[in-house]
């Protein structure tokens, strides 16, 4: 019997309750306006490109990685905040760019061929990116110090060759004419100077690097200038601003209307219970926009379908454990027992169901991509942020109102008096 906590129970149930509201109030929108939006509800630019294999060469892991950084340094010049920049499969590149307000410009921007020339001071042109073979970040053994290592071709050597023969013989080291500028899409990656005449086609740059990660990141950038391989767009896609809005008005238009109706009907169909199902998914949205919040996730329309599923999957959850607790009380059990006795005969199915969901997930993530990995991973996270409200917040709340006297008539809980066996009428 909980009738002795009397007021303190409702006290404390009063407490947790405007709390849970309070929170939710003050810490939801800004939650909301904190996410990352995707391209198609922002609006922007969708480029999925493809490098090239040749008769001469295939296009390796290492093209991959270089030409994935070039096109990141390329995005970063057309000042974009937070750009998805990832590679699909062996050979395949996707590039999307939310909230970019010159779509052509980027698109331009990306799909040009990577341009990297060697330059003196007066702007000649010595070396390009086709005499160059290779470039790597290396540890001097002796200095401890980062450095990049560079390789030239037959044609590059010869040319690299007479140009560092001309420059160390007719200025003194230091002196800026003596430089050579490494230019990546004519943009200045570094300006070595010229130590001596290198005759043999393999250079090194040293110093001026803060860690090797810098060093390395140089090296990949001079690798992708040099990629001996052509680069494709394959396919390209606008998303305007006012498309984007439209999704993004009518998305939330269709979570308004999904949690009004979801709370209406919990609370008709399961009264008491219902409404702690209510809060308790007031918890269950917090969780999933802090935690995508904290991910700095990337909110796409797939991704709002999946967090709304897996709404319905949290409501689902509640109203297996309601059925059951209804039904023990109806074979006669007091309230604590019913609630009990619920939770532990509906964890297993909510628990299987929820598993074949996450499987079905999982295999979309990693057989999927883009959009499609984006539902994954809200549908993931949607079913763990339920399993945790469902059969530990509700719970608690549900033993909270039982604590309270005066919501101990079964019909708040939707079980009539006489479906109580006559000898466990009036028990709690």
């Avoid at 090239?52 to 290492?62: C, L, N, R, W």
């Avoid at 070595?192 to 390395?216: C, H, T, W, Y």
């Avoid at 994954?376 to 530990?392: D, E, N, V």
């Amino acid at each position: 019997m909980a009738g002795g906590k009397g007021a303190g129970g409702f006290l404390k149930l009063a407490v947790v309750f405007l709390a849970i509201l309070a929170i939710g109030i003050g810490v939801f929108k800004p939650l909301i306006n904190a996410q990352r939006l995707g391209l198609d509800l922002k609006g922007g630019v969708h480029v999925l490109i493809q490098a090239q294999s040749t008769p001469d060469h295939a296009v390796t892991p290492d093209d991959m990685a270089a030409l994935e950084r070039v096109m990141r340094d390329r995005v970063d010049q057309l000042g974009i905040a937070e750009p998805v920049i990832q590679r699909e499969g062996s050979d395949r590149l996707i590039i999307e760019l939310a909230g970019v307000s010159n779509p052509e410009e980027a698109i331009k921007m990306i799909g040009k061929t990577a341009q990297l020339e060697f330059k003196t001071s007066d702007g000649q042109v010595v070396v390009s990116g086709k005499d160059l073979k290779d470039a790597k970040a290396i540890i001097d053994q002796q200095t401890r110090e980062p450095q990049i290592t560079l390789q030239f071709n037959a044609e590059g050597t010869k040319k690299f060759a007479d140009v560092t023969k001309k420059l160390a013989s007719s200025y003194p080291y230091g002196d800026p004419k003596r430089a050579i500028g490494i230019y990546l899409d004519q943009q200045l990656l570094t300006n070595p100077q010229v130590k001596e005449a290198i005759p043999n086609g393999q250079a090194i740059i040293s110093g001026g690097f803060a860690n090797f990660e810098e060093a390395a990141n140089l090296a990949a950038l001079l690798r992708g200038g040099a990629l001996p391989v052509p680069v494709q767009i394959i396919e390209r896609r606008t998303v305007g601003p006012t498309l984007g809005a439209d999704s993004l008005a009518k998305s939330k238009t269709a979570i308004i209307v999904g949690l009004i109706a979801i709370t209406l009907f919990m609370l008709l169909i399961y009264r008491l219970p219902g409404v702690v199902a209510d809060f308790s998914l007031i918890v269950y949205g917090l969780i999933v926009m802090a935690v995508l919040w904290g991910l700095k996730a990337t909110l796409t329309l797939p991704g709002i379908a999946g967090l709304l599923l897996s709404v319905g999957m949290a409501v689902d959850a509640n109203i297996i454990i309601y059925e059951h607790i209804k039904e023990e009380l109806r074979n006669g059990k007091t309230l604590r027992a019913a609630i009990d006795a619920g939770f532990k005969r509906a964890f297993t199915t909510i628990f299987d169901s929820n598993a074949t969901t996450v499987l079905a997930a999982i295999v979309l993530y990693f057989l999927g991509s883009g959009t499609v990995r984006g539902f994954a991973i809200t549908l993931s996270l949607g079913i763990a942020a339920s399993m945790f409200t469902a059969i530990t917040l509700t719970r608690f709340l549900l033993h909270l109102v039982v604590g309270v006297p005066a919501f101990h008539n079964l019909w708040l809980f939707g079980v009539k008096e006489e479906q109580i066996p006559a000898a466990a009428r009036g028990e709690i």
